[in-house]
């Protein structure tokens, strides 16, 4: 059993709010997933400057703590750039790079210089946090009430199928801005694993999830979109899920066939927001004028800004 949650602000008066709205909605799933969590935060101009490329990493990898300005000479020298050039902002465990550069280009100084590193996440206007404990506690390490943005996705875990560990904490960020939460487990992830080996994926985790978020990066990169890739993750993977998948414009939630794991989804003019269960959703301006409803099996609903 996990919790996730998600939210997509229409309206930019509601941007500052980001933060505090996502952290409660999270913390209210707590008991569905104490052990680890985590979430991606779209548009905070201080974790993901606007116009930078951004790569969010859990873990350096080094086995000590690691100075912030040591991290950024370290990185810039591996971008031919001035130190000034490259930004790191330290948030709980989590480093957070951004440069004026592709988000590749940093990601792959960052796997140059940290070749260990759990990097959580990449691409512009992107921010993943993620980490092993409670929600509530992590949410105040990262002091994630103070975030802002346009949109965020969040996760609690109960480990089933992996180790509790920073790889296996969800989001799953695996494509260039893309990101993926999931409540539920693939029966065939093992099997699916082996073909997207064979093409050449390379795995950071044991966690059936990452096998998911993985497929669905690749039928991106093939140039399918959100929806289409969906529909084909639901015609490939065996097992009981429901999916939440995000990038820098657009939110996506699709359940499986029996649709037996949870989900609500709530939409006003203000904002969309989905949720395992209704009172993550309680507190959010407005809800009780919300149209909300359970989304139907193998359905793709998907909205973009």
């Not at 004026?100 to 993943?128: K, N, Q, W």
């Not at 649709?259 to 309680?282: F, G, H, N, Q």
């Amino acid at each position: 059993m996990c919790g996730i949650v998600g939210l997509h602000l229409r309206t930019p008066e509601l941007y500052p709010l980001l933060g505090t709205l996502l952290s409660s909605m999270l913390c209210e799933m707590g008991d569905r997933g104490s052990d680890s969590a985590g979430v991606a935060v779209y548009g905070d101009p201080t974790w993901s400057p606007p116009g930078q490329g951004c790569v969010s990493v859990a873990d350096l990898g080094t086995g000590r703590t690691e100075d912030v300005e040591l991290v950024r000479r370290t990185v810039a020298v591996a971008l031919d750039e001035d130190v000034d050039a490259v930004e790191v902002v330290a948030v709980g465990d989590s480093h957070l790079l951004s440069c004026d550069t592709s988000s590749e280009a940093l990601l792959a100084a960052v796997r140059g210089c940290y070749p260990h590193a759990i990097v959580a996440g990449f691409g512009s206007d992107m921010a993943v946090l993620k980490g092993v404990g409670h929600p509530r506690v992590l949410t105040e390490g990262w002091a994630l009430s103070g975030a802002q943005g346009w949109q965020g996705v969040g996760h609690t875990r109960m480990a089933t199928e992996s180790a509790v560990t920073p790889s296996g904490c969800h989001p799953y960020a695996v494509g260039p801005g893309q990101c993926m939460v999931h409540n539920g487990s693939f029966a065939n992830h093992a099997t699916i694993r082996r073909e997207l080996r064979a093409r050449g994926v390379v795995f950071d985790s044991e966690n059936d999830t990452e096998v998911g978020a993985r497929f669905i990066a690749a039928q991106l990169s093939e140039g399918r979109d959100v929806e289409s890739a969906l529909k084909e993750l639901c015609a490939t993977f065996d097992g009981f899920y429901t999916l939440l998948v995000s990038n820098r414009d657009s939110f996506a939630v699709v359940r499986d066939a029996i649709a037996c794991k949870p989900a609500v989804i709530a939409e006003t003019p203000d904002w969309v927001a989905m949720a395992s269960e209704y009172r993550a959703l309680s507190g959010l301006p407005g809800v009780e004028n919300a149209r909300i409803w359970e989304p139907e099996p193998e359905v793709v609903y998907a909205w973009s800004r």
